[in-house]
């Protein structure tokens, strides 16, 4: 045992509290000795200017000395302050019956108010008995008890118990319920950024693996026709790679980053960068008209979710739609953000297989805004959100949500 350690105040106090406890637990068996010798004394001890008298003082702290075992060894407190209250009322006597009441009504009240505590913090195989045993212990009191008659007095010992067990599994439940729900919300939060994060990296990346292996296909067949094409294919296919590996180191940075760490400066992609991913698409072979209305400034999270909804989309067109051409349209309103892409290309019915349409959907509903992808009747297919915007973090046109930051 380190000696050092508990002599420093905060180590001393709990070695103090628990060796009183323990003091008047042992002090028990001489106030047991005692309650019936003071049962007709009239003396008294003056405590603040009250006057307690013994007989009262003695048979209170039989039951009041155990319940500093109680947030700790609950069942302990519980079986002394049961043992001491049937003790007194087996063996203390008087001629007044009323003070043999008063005794058998304090003492058995602070036993419920145990077996409460017992209940609150002990499963129910263990409370549940432990109410029993209360309460048979209480009616056979009541018949060696003079201040009591043992019918009348069944009835309200029955109700104090249950209204005990009741009152204490209460809060017991209370209290489970809110640890699970806690337990809940964890795992939804755990749960939601696992979700996160697998739509940032499918939408980093899906996008640039489409422009890198059109590219590499490109490159391949003119190679030796058309060095020229060849090498403008590949210096493509690097920057698209340079553009994924920064995006994914700092994803990585930021799942290792601690607590404590600084987090990263590097800016979060948002519509100020569709420039730029609409001429890593024309690299890709598809020539994309953007079209932008309004300026209004958005909310970070608004600006990343109507970006990602692009890259996503003008992924999908490279690959499937077999087009060389696609419409991008962005309006920035005062209430909403709306992101519409459209292509003349296959159309078709939406698959299952694949994780963009379902990544750009829970994207939408998770600011709260609308999603619809499907064929047009009039051929090919078109990609529609409606991103509502809230005053609060808003991002103002052309820049990008980390310079928005002073």
Known sequence: MDVIALLRPRGAVPVLRAALVWAGVALLPALW??????ANSGDGVGVMGWWLPVRYLVPVLIVVLPAGLLRRRPLTA????????????????GRDPGYLGDLFVLQFLAVDAALAVVAANRPRRVSV?????????????????????????????????????????????????AAALRVHAAT?????????????????????????????????????????????????????SRDTLAGLRRTLGALRRGDGDPASLEPTP??????????????????????????????????LAAFRIVQEALTNVVRHAGVDACQVIVERGDDAVTVEVVDDGRGGPIGIDGHGLIGMRER?????????AGPRPEGGFRV????????????PAGVRPAEAVE
């Open 33 to 38: 000795v005692m309650a019936p010798a003071v």
């Open 78 to 93: 519980l079986g002394l302050m049961l043992a001491g209250a049937t003790l007194c009322s087996a063996t203390v006597h």
């Open 129 to 177: 008995p432990a109410a029993g045993v209360v309460l048979v212990t209480q009616l056979l009191a009541a018949f060696v008890n003079l201040g009591v008659e043992p019918v009348n007095q069944a009835a309200l010992t029955v109700l104090a118990v249950a209204a005990a067990w009741i009152a204490g599994n209460s809060v017991r439940a209370r209290r489970n319920y």
């Open 188 to 240: 939804e939060a755990v749960t939601a950024e696992r979700l996160r994060i697998a739509r940032e990296l499918h939408d980093m990346v899906a996008h640039s693996i489409g422009v890198i292996a059109i590219q590499a296909g490109v490159g391949a067949r003119v190679i030796d026709t058309q060095p020229a094409q060849a090498r403008a294919a590949l210096a493509t296919i690097e920057a698209a």
């Open 270 to 303: 948002g519509l100020a960068d569709l420039d730029r991913l609409i001429a890593a698409t024309g690299h890709a072979g598809v020539r994309v008209e953007l079209g932008t209305v309004g300026d209004a400034p958005v909310p970070a999270e608004v600006d």
């Open 364 to 372: 939408v509903l998770a600011v709260g805004g609308h999603f619809r």
């Open 384 to 395: 529609a959100a409606r991103l509502p915007v809230s005053s609060e973090n808003v991002v």
